[in-house]
């Protein structure tokens, strides 16, 4: 799931997203997200259970510049 927030200024516009991925249970995913908007939109990340996804979570791993989630397994 994703969430996004914007406060002012042009709306927000996700124009990059994966709609779908299949990786062995073994193997790590990669998710992407890219929007755009004025002041530029916050990507929020939650895992399967709807728990938010922190920088530092250890199962995890999120690239804030490319907003891009990287599993460590494919249970997303």
Avoid at 4 to 11: E, K, L, Q, S, T
Avoid at 50 to 66: G, M, S, T
Wanted: one cysteine or more; glycine letters at 2%; a negative charge.
């Amino acid at each position: 799931m994703i969430e996004m927030h914007v406060i002012d200024g042009a709306p927000a516009r996700v124009y990059m997203w994966t709609s779908q991925r299949l990786a062995e249970l073994t193997h790590d995913a990669q998710l992407y997200c890219r929007a755009s908007g004025s002041p530029q939109p916050t990507i929020t990340w939650y895992d399967p259970d709807e728990r938010q996804i922190l920088p530092d979570d250890a199962q995890y791993r999120v690239r804030a510049l490319e907003f891009t989630l990287l599993s460590s397994h494919s249970e997303l």
